[in-house]
């Protein structure tokens, strides 16, 4: 399996503008997870889904962000309007479901809002 | 609410060494903690998880034990290498945060030649 990818990997944009962020998690896992890394708070749990419906959003910062999983291999992140404080790596994560099994992330998309 | 302290921040090491990360919790309430490896500018890599049953997890060179009753957690590395060089997080999965992991802040291993 090709593990959990994410794209972009690098996203550059400006203040005002819309971000789309992907993933496609591992075939088989029914729980995905969006988390953001920063040096200042270290990793935050956004939101995660299992069986494609979203289960905890409480870490979703503000209403300018909004995140979806039309099917079980694909999902988004999405953010408008775009601020520089969204600056940070954001990770997709998939697990199958049961409360032993192991936790795999994606590597991440580093988003600069200038 | 659940805190996760990792100590030391930052360790540096010889190469062949054996060493010891320290993770503790703040809520003893937890179905499992997973130890994570993180390269930089990648994302992370589960290691070992272990059960809130269970005392200890072993995978080669690493051996992670749990103390659940005194909230801590070690991750054993042994004969360390300078491939073994990354940051290393714990995370704990509370049993009334749903799936919802908490992680502690990291240690950065570097293991020079």
């Known amino acids: 399996d090709a593990g959990v990818i994410q794209s972009p990997r690098h996203e550059v944009t400006e203040m005002g503008q819309e971000v789309t962020l992907r993933c496609k998690p591992i075939?088989?896992?029914?729980?995905l997870f969006w988390y953001r890394q920063t040096m200042m708070r270290g990793l935050e749990l956004l939101i995660y889904f299992n069986n494609n419906v979203p289960i905890d959003d409480s870490g979703m910062p503000e209403d300018r962000f909004s995140a979806k999983m039309p099917n079980a291999s694909f999902s988004t992140l999405k953010i408008q309007p775009s601020e520089p404080r969204d600056s940070a790596v954001y990770f997709c994560?998939?697990?199958?479901?049961?409360?032993?099994?192991?936790?795999?992330f994606g590597s991440g998309t580093q988003l600069s809002v200038l | 609410k659940q805190e996760v302290t990792q100590i030391p921040a930052a360790l540096s090491v010889p190469e062949g060494e054996n060493l010891v990360l320290n993770c503790s919790f703040t809520?003893?309430?937890?179905?499992?903690l997973q130890w994570f490896r993180q390269d930089p500018g990648k994302g992370l890599t589960s290691l070992l998880l272990?059960?809130?049953?269970?005392r200890e997890q072993t995978s080669g060179r690493l051996n992670a034990s749990l103390d659940k009753s005194s909230g801590r957690s070690t991750l054993y590395i042994a004969a360390s290498q300078p491939g073994d060089s990354a940051t290393y997080l714990c995370a704990v999965r509370g049993e009334t945060s749903g799936s919802r992991l908490t992680f502690g802040e990291g240690t950065q291993l570097t293991v020079n030649p």
């Open positions: 075939s088989g896992h029914d729980y």
């Open positions: 272990i059960q809130s049953s269970q």
């Open positions: 994560a998939s697990r199958f479901g049961g409360w032993g099994e192991k936790l795999f």
């Open positions: 809520d003893s309430a937890i179905y499992n």
